[in-house]
């Protein structure tokens, strides 16, 4: 009997909701075939029980780099990682809307990975763009209306979704307008672009309701294959509202699927 391959070392960027849950489950041996080496963050203070690694030497150290960090650090980290020729698995899909930041996490020598993060469904979306040209894609999120609070929001606008008490469209246009005005709630936007094969076909549009228990989304779409409606309500995060508590769970998944596990969804 051949002995198992050596775990995979992985590296995880961010230690926050995303980021803390994924590190920790890899240092406890909950994926198998992978192991933690350390994590990276900017926050005031250490992650309590995780190991805290330098970007360069967890880029050095790893096979696999989990990014959970945000749209900005994968932006500054992502092309160190692929151009030492470790893998990168992306939940800040969003910061993909960038044409120069696709292309230099796509040409290697590490893989770029993409997370299915907070939604459902793009292997069907990929499967359909295959067999031929999607028509119509839109998906709608709609989120607690504090959530949505961005930098780029006036006062007013940002004290009004705070306190209001009426559900209304902040945003409805490009899949990559709305993915890159909202960093941290509409990266599923860019998922469905990308799964879609085209950025041009995909509408986003971001609702704030101050009733929202569940972060929804709602994806349709249109084309040679058939029509299709998938509805994604997930509970936030205990941690951070602008996160759904699945989404770890997906980076795992991810993670696992990557080193080795079988009888996994690819
Ligand atoms: N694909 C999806 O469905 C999906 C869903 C939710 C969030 N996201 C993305 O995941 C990101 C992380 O979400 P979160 O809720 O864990 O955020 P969070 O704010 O709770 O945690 C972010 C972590 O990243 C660290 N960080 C920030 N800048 C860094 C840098 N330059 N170098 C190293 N570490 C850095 C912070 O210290 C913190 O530990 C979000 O910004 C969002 O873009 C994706």
Same mark, same amino acid.
């Given at each position: 009997?051949?002995?198992?391959?050596?775990?995979?070392?992985?590296?995880?960027?961010?230690?926050?909701?995303?980021?803390?849950?994924?590190?920790?489950?890899?240092?406890?041996?909950?994926?198998?075939?992978?192991?933690?080496?350390?994590?990276?963050?900017?926050?005031?203070?250490?992650?309590?029980?995780?190991?805290?690694?330098?970007?360069?030497?967890?880029?050095?150290?790893?096979?696999?780099?989990?990014?959970?960090?945000?749209?900005?650090?994968?932006?500054?980290?992502?092309?160190?990682?692929?151009?030492?020729?470790?893998?990168?698995?992306?939940?800040?899909?969003?910061?993909?809307?960038?044409?120069?930041?696709?292309?230099?996490?796509?040409? =290697?020598?590490?893989?770029?990975?993409?997370?299915?993060?907070?939604?459902?469904?793009?292997?069907?979306?990929?499967?359909?763009?295959?067999?031929?040209?999607?028509?119509?894609?839109?998906?709608?999120?709609?989120?607690?209306?504090?959530?949505?609070?961005?930098?780029?929001?006036?006062?007013?606008?940002?004290?009004?979704?705070?306190?209001? *008490?009426?559900?209304? *469209?902040?945003?409805? =246009?490009?899949?990559?307008?709305?993915?890159?005005?909202?960093?941290?709630?509409?990266?599923?936007?860019?998922?469905?672009?990308?799964?879609?094969?085209?950025?041009?076909?995909?509408?986003?549009?971001?609702?704030?309701?101050?009733?929202?228990?569940?972060?929804?989304?709602?994806?349709?779409?249109?084309?040679?294959?058939?029509?299709?409606?998938? *509805?994604?309500?997930?509970?936030?995060? *205990?941690?951070?509202?602008?996160?759904? =508590?699945?989404?770890?769970?997906?980076?795992?998944?991810?993670?696992?699927?990557?080193?080795?596990?079988?009888?996994?969804?690819?």
């Amino acid at each position: 009997m051949s002995a198992a391959p050596d775990p995979v070392p992985v590296a995880v960027l961010g230690a926050g909701a995303i980021g803390g849950v994924v590190a920790r489950a890899l240092h406890a041996g909950e994926v198998p075939g992978a192991r933690l080496v350390g994590v990276v963050h900017a926050d005031p203070e250490d992650p309590p029980g995780l190991p805290v690694l330098g970007a360069d030497e967890a880029i050095e150290r790893a096979e696999l780099v989990v990014e959970c960090a945000g749209q900005r650090a994968l932006a500054v980290l992502g092309p160190k990682v692929v151009a030492r020729g470790r893998d990168l698995l992306v939940a800040s899909v969003g910061a993909l809307t960038d044409p120069g930041l696709w292309d230099s996490l796509d040409g =290697g020598p590490g893989r770029l990975l993409l997370c299915t993060g907070a939604v459902g469904g793009l292997d069907l979306l990929r499967a359909a763009a295959a067999m031929g040209p999607l028509e119509h894609v839109h998906i709608e999120t709609t989120k607690r209306a504090s959530s949505l609070v961005q930098d780029w929001m006036g006062e007013d606008e940002a004290a009004e979704l705070r306190t209001t *008490e009426q559900r209304r *469209e902040l945003m409805n =246009g490009p899949a990559r307008k709305v993915a890159s005005s909202f960093p941290k709630s509409a990266n599923v936007a860019a998922s469905v672009a990308l799964a879609a094969g085209d950025w041009d076909v995909v509408s986003a549009a971001v609702v704030a309701d101050p009733e929202a228990g569940l972060t929804s989304h709602v994806i349709t779409a249109r084309g040679a294959a058939g029509e299709y409606r998938f *509805e994604i309500r997930n509970h936030p995060s *205990e941690l951070t509202p602008t996160t759904s =508590g699945v989404v770890p769970h997906a980076v795992l998944r991810a993670v696992a699927g990557r080193t080795g596990a079988t009888g996994v969804f690819v």
